[in-house]
């Protein structure tokens, strides 16, 4: 159990001013600042979720994110705790001592609690994904996986709760309608093809943070096979040539021996 | 050695054996009737020397005693008798008006042997004359009955003939005849008994011996084909079974239903060996299932950690590069990983499928778009003709993993300027895929084994030019587990063709 955790976040915020955003810490409280809230409010995580290390690594990459995390590691207790507090999304992992994830579900769709839920499964458990979303799961994500994932899927599913625009991804003056698949810089309309439209939309939901080429490979093209690095490399100069090549600033920015990112703040 | 059917090689070797056996039972039946009958005749002779004296008592009526023989024997039986009376200087005193013409009388050797037993007999007891009419009236019939009314005279007729008698079978034109040689010190009488009836008889014999035997080994060929039938039955049942047993079906057993103690015993043992088979087949494939859900925690952790370090170290800085680095290893962990729970699942006929309708052709023409950027170093020609709006039920990210594969294989192990033919059409019942390059090719020796796990071309090529090793099995693995198929159609230097057939 975390204590106090806005608190720190408080101080968090107050240090990011003071000593001007240097550091990697800093980095990640400056983007806390605009991916972990909504609005003003601190989006609050519950994580049930056994395996202690796993838990710790994702209280860590949600807490950089700016998320309030809480951490519950057996099923009993873990589902005490959401009907007791208020969360604005609980993370669930299928295999629990005590209550399993899907029972937690259960319970708490039976109880009219309209917790958002992401299941954690793993991917060999294809019959348990379906059932959770039968039980009313709002997603899933399949270990392992990549906290940048995670924290794309909360943002989703926490707008959705909260009936906020879904559609409309917006960086700097770059901006991006899911639904009718629009892209403009500016005013300028831009024309992408699926694949060049996926690897922005992968860039733009995580902005600030870098991507490497493995981790762009899998989410973008969802292949579970290495078609070599290279692939992701010509989409992203394709990808420049389109969006950053007549704006003054660029917004894609190559992250040297890793990978990319898209400019935190333009 | 070409197997033959263990059925037809019992049927056969009944077949033979009692070939054998028939045949040698023959030969011996036939030699010994021969003889049998060789011996009647040479009674009949002795007998008829014995019972018609005359020829030494009368030296003068030889034409009556031809003609008092011939009327027991009957008309049909003229000419088949013949007479020759010499003397002891080898004078020939009578020959029978028969007598053939291709027989010299002169040749005949008359010689023979003292009878010791007869010769003390002929001393103490003098010749006698006829015991009796030499034919009994109304016995003569002459139908044909040699032996008739003769065999009682046979054997020895002490007295008389004071010399051995000889037989001998000569032939003269066409005919053959048992000639018997009797005699005393005086008198050499020569009679001979045609032979063609006993021979002719003995050769029907044979001739039907001839054509029953092969008759005789085929009812015991095919006797011999239906009871092995119903004796193999049951190993073909067995067989049978024991084909059905597969990965998928390692649980079958064969079920002991025959009665044969020799049969039981089979099924048994087979069943105990198909046991401790499925036990270390699951096992294995439960250990690789297993060991790829171990590794998962693990990887999670790592991923996740080396995630949260990259994103917090300073951008660009060494740091950074090395969390990027190992990010990129986990990511190939994951894969490997990956790749070893579907072979295990496939393995123990497990392989899960999240099947959904796929439009093949849309999803080909996205890979190939990428195989494309794949390609542009290498200035690889691309020869596309695929057939629209193809559908398929598939697990879509699996088949994307199988079709990737084949498509980075044919763009990676090509030459630049090489060029690289897909083809998607649909046929009646099933999707065709060809993936055609002009890579150097699979040697001969190594096509078969293309397809299995961790198979490299060249084992000197290094890992960033030939990705996993599981990238092909899996991919057979995956369109196996789709009803489809996948095949090395051919692989020669300038072209490599893979195909996939996939049903609609």
Redesign the interface.
Same mark, same amino acid.
């Given at each position: 159990m975390r204590a106090l955790p806005r608190a720190i976040d408080r101080t968090g915020r107050g240090r990011r001013v003071a000593r001007g955003g240097t550091t990697g810490d800093a980095r990640a409280r400056a983007r806390r600042n605009t991916v972990g809230h909504f609005g003003s409010k601190v989006v609050k995580v519950l994580v049930i979720e056994d395996e202690k290390k796993i838990a710790s690594f994702v209280r860590k990459g949600l807490e950089a994110e700016g998320f309030m995390v809480e951490v519950s590691h057996h099923g009993d207790e873990g589902y005490t705790l959401a009907t007791s507090r208020p969360y604005d999304v609980a993370v669930l992992d299928i295999m629990l001592p005590g209550r399993d994830g899907l029972s937690i579900l259960r319970n708490l769709r039976d109880r009219k609690i309209p917790l958002p839920v992401i299941l954690l499964t793993a991917r060999s458990e294809l019959n348990e994904r379906l059932e959770g979303l039968n039980l009313g799961a709002d997603d899933y994500l399949t270990k392992p996986f990549y906290i940048e994932e995670l924290v794309a899927r909360i943002h989703a599913v926490t707008r959705r709760a909260t009936g906020a625009p879904q559609g409309i991804l917006t960086v700097g003056d770059l901006s991006m309608n899911l639904l009718t698949r629009e892209v403009k810089r500016g005013e300028t309309a831009i024309e992408l093809t699926p694949r060049e439209f996926t690897l922005l939309e992968h860039l733009m939901r995580s902005p600030g943070r870098v991507l490497t080429r493995a981790q762009i490979c899998e989410r973008v093209w969802e292949y579970d096979f290495d078609p070599g690095t290279n692939l992701v490399e010509v989409y992203i100069q394709r990808l420049r040539k389109k969006v950053d090549a007549e704006a003054p600033v660029k917004l894609i920015e190559t992250v040297r021996g890793v990978g990319y990112r898209l400019k935190p703040r333009p | 050695m070409k197997p033959v059917s263990f059925r037809l090689r019992i049927a056969l070797l009944s077949a033979l054996i009692s070939g054998l056996v028939l045949g040698g039972f023959g030969v011996a039946t036939w030699y010994l009737l021969h003889r049998q009958k060789v011996e009647a005749v040479d009674t009949e002779i002795r007998g008829l020397g014995a019972r018609h004296p005359g020829w030494l008592a009368n030296r003068g009526s030889f034409d009556r005693l031809q003609s008092s023989i011939e009327f027991i024997f009957g008309e049909e039986h003229k000419g088949r008798i013949l007479l020759l009376v010499r003397d002891a200087q080898g004078q020939t005193l009578y020959t029978s008006p028969a007598w053939p013409d291709g027989l010299d009388p002169n040749q005949i050797d008359c010689s023979l042997e003292d009878d010791p037993a007869a010769s003390n007999e002929a001393a103490t007891n003098p010749p006698s004359l006829p015991r009796g009419p030499p034919w009994r009236p109304g016995g003569g019939g002459g139908r044909g009955g040699m032996g008739r009314g003769l065999g009682m005279g046979g054997g020895g007729t002490p007295g008389l003939f004071t010399k051995i008698p000889r037989f001998f079978t000569v032939r003269a034109g066409d005919s053959a005849w048992r000639l018997g040689i009797l005699g005393n010190n005086e008198v050499r009488l020569v009679v001979g008994l045609n032979f063609d009836q006993v021979q002719a008889e003995l050769n029907r014999m044979r001739n039907i011996f001839a054509v029953t035997l092969p008759l005789a080994l085929l009812l015991v060929g095919s006797g011999g084909w239906l009871v092995a039938g119903r004796a193999l039955r049951p190993l073909n049942t067995i067989s049978a079974m024991a084909e059905g047993v597969t990965a998928q079906g390692l649980d079958k057993r064969i079920p002991a239903s025959g009665s044969d103690v020799e049969i039981t015993r089979l099924v048994r043992v087979l069943n105990g060996m198909m046991d401790r088979l499925e036990a270390s087949f699951r096992q294995a494939t439960r250990f690789s299932?297993d060991a790829s859900?171990e590794l998962?925690?693990p990887?999670?952790?790592m991923?996740?950690?080396l995630?949260?370090a990259?994103?917090?170290?300073?951008?660009?800085s060494a740091a950074?590069?090395v969390?990027?680095?190992l990010?990129?290893e986990?990511?190939?962990l994951?894969?490997i990983t990956? #790749?070893l729970?579907l072979l295990s699942?496939a393995d123990a006929g497990q392989l899960?499928l999240?099947i959904e309708d796929v439009d093949f052709s849309a999803e080909l023409e996205?890979l190939i778009?990428?195989a494309r950027?794949?390609a542009?170093?290498s200035n690889l020609a691309f020869d596309v003709r695929i057939e629209p709006r193809v559908r398929v039920q598939a697990d879509r990210?699996l088949l994307?993993?199988a079709l990737?594969?084949l498509l980075?294989n044919a763009v990676k192990y090509n030459e630049p300027g090489g060029a690289v033919a897909v083809t998607l059409e649909a046929g009646d019942a099933q999707a065709r895929l060809t993936v055609c390059n002009s890579g150097p090719g699979v040697p001969p020796s190594d096509q078969a084994r293309v397809f299995e796990r961790f198979y490299r071309a060249d084992p000197t090529r290094t890992r960033a030019q030939d #990705?996993?090793g599981l990238?092909l099995s899996l991919a057979r693995e995956i369109l196996h587990a789709h009803r489809g198929r996948l095949v090395l159609a051919e692989s020669r230097p300038g072209r490599t063709r893979f195909e996939v057939t996939l049903p609609l």
């Amino acid at each position: 159990m975390r204590a106090l955790p806005r608190a720190i976040d408080r101080t968090g915020r107050g240090r990011r001013v003071a000593r001007g955003g240097t550091t990697g810490d800093a980095r990640a409280r400056a983007r806390r600042n605009t991916v972990g809230h909504f609005g003003s409010k601190v989006v609050k995580v519950l994580v049930i979720e056994d395996e202690k290390k796993i838990a710790s690594f994702v209280r860590k990459g949600l807490e950089a994110e700016g998320f309030m995390v809480e951490v519950s590691h057996h099923g009993d207790e873990g589902y005490t705790l959401a009907t007791s507090r208020p969360y604005d999304v609980a993370v669930l992992d299928i295999m629990l001592p005590g209550r399993d994830g899907l029972s937690i579900l259960r319970n708490l769709r039976d109880r009219k609690i309209p917790l958002p839920v992401i299941l954690l499964t793993a991917r060999s458990e294809l019959n348990e994904r379906l059932e959770g979303l039968n039980l009313g799961a709002d997603d899933y994500l399949t270990k392992p996986f990549y906290i940048e994932e995670l924290v794309a899927r909360i943002h989703a599913v926490t707008r959705r709760a909260t009936g906020a625009p879904q559609g409309i991804l917006t960086v700097g003056d770059l901006s991006m309608n899911l639904l009718t698949r629009e892209v403009k810089r500016g005013e300028t309309a831009i024309e992408l093809t699926p694949r060049e439209f996926t690897l922005l939309e992968h860039l733009m939901r995580s902005p600030g943070r870098v991507l490497t080429r493995a981790q762009i490979c899998e989410r973008v093209w969802e292949y579970d096979f290495d078609p070599g690095t290279n692939l992701v490399e010509v989409y992203i100069q394709r990808l420049r040539k389109k969006v950053d090549a007549e704006a003054p600033v660029k917004l894609i920015e190559t992250v040297r021996g890793v990978g990319y990112r898209l400019k935190p703040r333009p | 050695m070409k197997p033959v059917s263990f059925r037809l090689r019992i049927a056969l070797l009944s077949a033979l054996i009692s070939g054998l056996v028939l045949g040698g039972f023959g030969v011996a039946t036939w030699y010994l009737l021969h003889r049998q009958k060789v011996e009647a005749v040479d009674t009949e002779i002795r007998g008829l020397g014995a019972r018609h004296p005359g020829w030494l008592a009368n030296r003068g009526s030889f034409d009556r005693l031809q003609s008092s023989i011939e009327f027991i024997f009957g008309e049909e039986h003229k000419g088949r008798i013949l007479l020759l009376v010499r003397d002891a200087q080898g004078q020939t005193l009578y020959t029978s008006p028969a007598w053939p013409d291709g027989l010299d009388p002169n040749q005949i050797d008359c010689s023979l042997e003292d009878d010791p037993a007869a010769s003390n007999e002929a001393a103490t007891n003098p010749p006698s004359l006829p015991r009796g009419p030499p034919w009994r009236p109304g016995g003569g019939g002459g139908r044909g009955g040699m032996g008739r009314g003769l065999g009682m005279g046979g054997g020895g007729t002490p007295g008389l003939f004071t010399k051995i008698p000889r037989f001998f079978t000569v032939r003269a034109g066409d005919s053959a005849w048992r000639l018997g040689i009797l005699g005393n010190n005086e008198v050499r009488l020569v009679v001979g008994l045609n032979f063609d009836q006993v021979q002719a008889e003995l050769n029907r014999m044979r001739n039907i011996f001839a054509v029953t035997l092969p008759l005789a080994l085929l009812l015991v060929g095919s006797g011999g084909w239906l009871v092995a039938g119903r004796a193999l039955r049951p190993l073909n049942t067995i067989s049978a079974m024991a084909e059905g047993v597969t990965a998928q079906g390692l649980d079958k057993r064969i079920p002991a239903s025959g009665s044969d103690v020799e049969i039981t015993r089979l099924v048994r043992v087979l069943n105990g060996m198909m046991d401790r088979l499925e036990a270390s087949f699951r096992q294995a494939t439960r250990f690789s299932a297993d060991a790829s859900h171990e590794l998962k925690t693990p990887l999670a952790v790592m991923q996740g950690e080396l995630e949260n370090a990259l994103q917090a170290a300073e951008p660009g800085s060494a740091a950074q590069q090395v969390f990027g680095n190992l990010l990129e290893e986990t990511q190939r962990l994951k894969r490997i990983t990956r #790749g070893l729970l579907l072979l295990s699942q496939a393995d123990a006929g497990q392989l899960k499928l999240a099947i959904e309708d796929v439009d093949f052709s849309a999803e080909l023409e996205g890979l190939i778009e990428d195989a494309r950027v794949l390609a542009a170093d290498s200035n690889l020609a691309f020869d596309v003709r695929i057939e629209p709006r193809v559908r398929v039920q598939a697990d879509r990210s699996l088949l994307q993993m199988a079709l990737l594969n084949l498509l980075s294989n044919a763009v990676k192990y090509n030459e630049p300027g090489g060029a690289v033919a897909v083809t998607l059409e649909a046929g009646d019942a099933q999707a065709r895929l060809t993936v055609c390059n002009s890579g150097p090719g699979v040697p001969p020796s190594d096509q078969a084994r293309v397809f299995e796990r961790f198979y490299r071309a060249d084992p000197t090529r290094t890992r960033a030019q030939d #990705g996993l090793g599981l990238g092909l099995s899996l991919a057979r693995e995956i369109l196996h587990a789709h009803r489809g198929r996948l095949v090395l159609a051919e692989s020669r230097p300038g072209r490599t063709r893979f195909e996939v057939t996939l049903p609609l």
